[in-house]
């Protein structure tokens, strides 16, 4: 209980210093939330990562399931249970209008673009090296230069004074993020042993157990959102943790691994239900409108894949 409420504090802090931000220097809360929340809920899957350093033999399979299924669990169940918030807070009103800038809608659409054309290119391809982990890397780099030279800001609208916090203001935000990530570590670490212990393969830990914990964060800072009266800063993280995963985060475990990995083979199901996730979330946004019905409709699908992938799996 003591973690829980350590990181729910945690996420509030970081929700309302993003939104300062966002304020301060007039890029817009989607953008934030896509960029600079969505960065620091990702700091959990970039460890993951680089701990694939010590054992990259063993521990590359646990790494890439991390990544894919963390982009499963943040649109069909974050995303899910954000909606179904959002309907319950407005009982009166069974459905509501996503209200997101265009300019801002071209960089979700962007990000949910690419988290869907690489894996399958990977799953096309059969395979992924150290080659494919540099061009993910340089997608990545080219696309936070061009959203660092976005602006929407009007000269005039942020105070002075609080143009001299925007660096307290960042400082808090990795700080508290890092707080949510650690408590996520504490509160998924026994569960993680449990099931290794059970003999479950590193692809189904990484893509279910390890993803659900390391996806902890987001889903707190986006609830939090959600319930603050933010759901575009929540579809945002979402969507930007996301597309980080894919580029950077993946990008990372392909350099570190020692040889080839064979995506057809070991992770044709885990990458099948990515892209199944992100269509459904291209349907949502195309049709502006969303309802009580897509959120149970994206834990639905979450739960599907959970069955699918332990129900093959025999102790």
Do not use: Q
Not at 260 to 266: F, G, L
Request: with cysteine.
């Amino acid at each position: 209980m003591t973690a829980l409420a350590i990181l729910v504090l945690a996420s509030n802090t970081t929700i309302k210093h993003s939104i300062r931000i966002a304020e301060i220097t007039g890029i817009g809360k989607t953008t934030v939330g896509f960029v600079l929340v969505g960065f620091a809920t990702s700091l959990a899957n970039l460890s993951v990562a680089v701990f694939t350093l010590f054992n990259p033999e063993e521990n590359i399979g646990f790494a890439i399931g991390n990544v894919l299924g963390s982009n499963i669990v943040n649109i069909a169940l974050v995303l899910g249970v954000c909606i179904l918030l959002v309907v319950l807070k407005r009982p009166r009103y069974p459905s509501f209008l996503l209200t997101v800038a265009k300019g801002e809608m071209g960089s979700l659409n962007f990000g949910l673009f690419i988290a869907s054309i690489i894996p399958l290119t990977l799953l096309y391809i059969g395979y992924a090296s150290r080659f494919v982990g540099l061009v993910l890397l340089s997608i990545f780099a080219f696309y936070m230069g061009m959203l660092a030279r976005r602006r929407t800001h009007k000269e005039g609208e942020a105070v002075p004074a609080e143009k001299k916090m925007f660096r307290r203001h960042i400082v808090i935000v990795f700080t508290a993020a890092a707080v949510v990530i650690a408590t996520a570590f504490f509160i998924i670490e026994s569960a993680t042993f449990v099931a290794a212990t059970v003999g479950v393969p590193s692809v189904i830990i990484g893509a279910t157990i390890v993803a659900l914990g390391t996806s902890v964060p987001v889903f707190s800072t986006s609830t939090t959102s959600v319930r603050r009266g933010h759901f575009d800063l929540a579809l945002s993280n979402i969507i930007g943790e996301c597309f980080i995963n894919i580029t950077l985060i993946l990008g990372v475990t392909l350099i570190l691994s020692p040889s080839v990995v064979d995506i057809a083979a070991a992770f044709s199901n885990v990458v099948l239900f990515s892209l199944i996730t992100n269509l459904f979330l291209w349907y949502f946004l195309s049709s502006e409108r969303i309802s009580w019905r897509e959120g149970a409709s994206l834990v639905f699908l979450y739960a599907v894949f959970l069955f699918v992938t332990f129900g093959g799996f025999r102790p």
